[in-house]
């Protein structure tokens, strides 16, 4: 489903993704590394991940339009094998690539495909952040690594098809602005350890055969339907929200009011979460701080006792708000003269 449309349905449109203003100049660095055929984006990829390699003269531009997702992903497959049989340099821009998530097939789309001489294929992520004295903000970079883990595992998947398996290389390219200039930068990223947790967390995923099955009959999640109705369907599917889903799910903010009103810890943070044990709502945290629930053993129950106790006390020794403002006058009054 179109999740940024669901949230709108619901009332709790999303503020996930890119603003307008960084989106344009986005678009606008990326069109900069690509022009002239990709010229100077082939030189940062032979400079930084095939030295040893002939210089990218001359490299093919395939073109990659089709009719819809599948179409262009077929095209993509196609290229992918020409490029790897024809040796040379060849830049696949936009291509499609196709991925298995929990039993429905995702479609990809990186900024960028290399295909070198040898026929092995690298990944190319363009990105609006710069690139300060050869290094970039460490948090994006991971975030570039994560993103470029996905297409390396669905280039895997193309490779698998074909007869004689190239090799999808695990360092990718990261092109970014150079210092606070529009002209590129780039640098080689192993993304091995991004690809490794990917691959397993794929595979732990729920199948979404399993997660239908649970629901009732009839739920459908369409966007078109009455705010009622979604809201009904998407209670249907059990979720956690934590305040990392903001940046990362455009259904945050329904999800955040929704675990509001069930009172649940992890809106705090899951640190927090981990830390109380079967705690798992604000009501049962108070109730165990004040003695009327849970286990005086527990180590989550003995710590919110004792710091209800020193809370307590604290309020207890404190100045009353009118006495506290007293002093607070006659400390000014002291003060005052000083020059
Ligand atoms: S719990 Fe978080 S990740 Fe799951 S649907 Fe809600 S906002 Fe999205």
Wanted: negative net charge; aromatic residues 4%; hydrophobic residues 45%.
């Amino acid at each position: 489903m179109d999740k940024a449309r669901l949230a709108s349905a619901l009332g709790a449109p999303s503020a996930f993704g890119q603003s307008q203003f960084a989106l344009t100049r986005g678009n606008a660095f990326e069109a900069k590394v690509k022009a002239d055929g990709g010229a100077e984006l082939l030189r940062l990829a032979h400079a930084r991940l095939d030295p040893g390699a002939a210089p990218p003269e001359g490299a093919a531009v395939p073109d990659l339009s089709a009719h819809g997702p599948e179409g262009r992903a077929a095209r993509t497959a196609l290229a992918l094998r020409e490029a790897a049989r024809a040796g040379g340099w060849t830049l696949l821009d936009h291509p499609m690539l196709a991925l298995d998530v929990a039993g429905s097939l995702a479609f990809l789309e990186p900024d960028a495909v290399v295909v070198h001489p040898d026929g092995s294929w690298s990944v190319v992520e363009i990105k609006s952040f710069p690139m300060l004295d050869g290094s970039a903000d460490p948090s994006k970079v991971g975030a570039a690594a994560r993103q470029a883990a996905v297409y390396v595992l669905a280039l895997e998947e193309v490779a698998a098809r074909l007869d004689a398996v190239p090799v999808v290389r695990h360092r990718i390219l990261l092109v970014c602005p150079k210092d606070f200039s529009n002209l590129p930068a780039a640098s080689a990223v192993d993304i091995r350890k991004q690809r490794a947790v990917t691959a397993r967390q794929l595979t732990r995923l729920t199948r979404i055969e399993e997660i239908a099955r649970t629901l009732p009959e009839g739920t459908c999640f369409a966007p078109d339907r009455g705010a009622e109705e979604l809201t009904e369907a998407v209670a249907a599917v059990p979720a956690t929200y934590a305040p990392e889903c903001l940046s990362a799910c455009e259904l945050a903010f329904h999800c955040r009011e929704r675990s509001r009103e069930e009172g649940a810890v992890t809106r705090l943070g899951r640190p927090l979460r981990a830390e109380l044990g079967g705690l798992t709502t604000v009501e049962d945290v108070l109730a165990a701080a004040h003695g009327e629930q849970g286990d005086p053993d527990d180590p989550a129950v003995a710590a919110l006792r004792r710091a209800a106790a020193l809370r307590a006390e604290a309020l207890a020794s404190a100045e009353p708000p009118a006495r506290a403002e007293a002093l607070t006058d006659a400390a000014h009054r002291e003060v005052a003269p000083c020059p």
